[in-house]
């Protein structure tokens, strides 16, 4: 390991599952100290005691429901208060909906964008002062390929993604002369427990272009070391979202109804 990486870590919000495991996954393998966020106390405990002793990283567990009004400001003051330093954060954690934005339930919509957007919000306003007294670092923002379009059928889940998107691109240029870099993952369909978290249906087109997460993990994992700004793993899902650009915005709403609706 690194001698000045020895007691810094790299924050994973949603680390318990799918894209999120195989990203701390991924970190461990690389020698990162992790400080690993979800609401899954009992999986938390398994992965620190998994990681730990298979790599010989340190690994810090926090047990929060990030939708909670206060877990953000607690977990930034049990950081602070045990003098943890932050060498990365990865804004993970999230979760979609489906069905018409008027049938969704509206406490599942609302939690959405408590989850997606202003929990990942109130991480990077409060760790990101730490990230430039130390240096600098990296953040990776998760995103989707959702990011790039209006989604009907997940409306408020593509419009959340489209903030990330938007949010990590700005920042992006705000930290470069701080010395961090700033890139956001979109990830396409991805074999997690997202699709029945959501209820999505599940469309033969949409499952043709499954990834499995832990590609979907190197894929970003490279990415990020390399500094890209936006990474979008797997060939198909990059040919879907550059190749969007050439077709009129109305079409492609139809063709994202169509796949959405399965
Ligand atoms: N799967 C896809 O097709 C796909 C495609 C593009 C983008 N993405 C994005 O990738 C990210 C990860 O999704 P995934 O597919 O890996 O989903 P997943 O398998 O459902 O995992 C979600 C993770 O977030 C945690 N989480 C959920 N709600 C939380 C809350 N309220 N507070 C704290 N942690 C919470 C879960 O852990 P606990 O249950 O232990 O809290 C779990 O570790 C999301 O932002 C998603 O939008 C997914």
């Known amino acids: 390991m690194d001698k000045d990486r020895i007691d ?5 919000t949603g680390a318990t599952g799918g894209i999120g495991y195989e990203l701390s996954l991924v970190f461990a393998k690389n020698n990162h100290n992790l400080y690993l966020i979800a609401r899954d106390i009992k999986k938390l405990n398994e992965i620190k005691l998994y990681f730990e002793n298979t790599y ?4 810090i ?11 953000v400001e607690e977990i930034y003051a049990y950081t602070k208060k ?12 999230g979760f979609g909906s489906f069905g018409r934005f008027h049938e969704v339930d509206k406490d599942k919509d609302l939690n959405m964008i408590d989850l997606n957007i202003k929990s990942l919000t109130h991480i990077l306003k409060l760790f990101i002062p730490g990230l430039i007294e130390n240096g600098g670092g990296g953040i990776m923002n ?13 409306s408020v ?11 990590s691109g700005a920042l992006r240029l705000e930290l470069s002369p701080y010395n961090i870099n700033v890139s956001t993952l979109c990830p396409g369909p991805t074999d997690t427990d997202f699709q ?4 999505v249906k599940k469309a033969k087109s949409a499952k043709r272009f499954m990834m499995t997460a832990e590609n979907v993990a190197i894929g970003a994992y490279k990415g990020f070391k390399k500094g890209k700004e936006i990474i979008i793993p797997g060939f198909q899902n990059k040919v879907l979202v550059y190749g969007s650009y050439l077709l009129p915005r109305k ?9 959405n609706k399965g």
């Open 157 to 167: 889940y593509y419009a959340t993604k489209a903030y990330v998107l938007s949010l």
């Open 142 to 154: 998760v995103a989707s390929t959702a990011a790039f379009q209006s989604g009907p059928m997940m």
């Open 251 to 259: 079409l492609i709403h139809k063709i994202i109804l169509k796949v």
């Open 82 to 93: 045990n003098n943890i330093i932050i060498e990365n954060i990865i804004n993970n954690a």
């Open 196 to 199: 029945s978290r959501a209820k």
């Open 61 to 71: 567990i926090y047990e929060a429901d990030l939708i909670l009004e206060n877990s």
């Open 56 to 59: 010989k990283i340190k690994v």
């Open 8 to 12: 810094r870590y790299t924050l994973i």
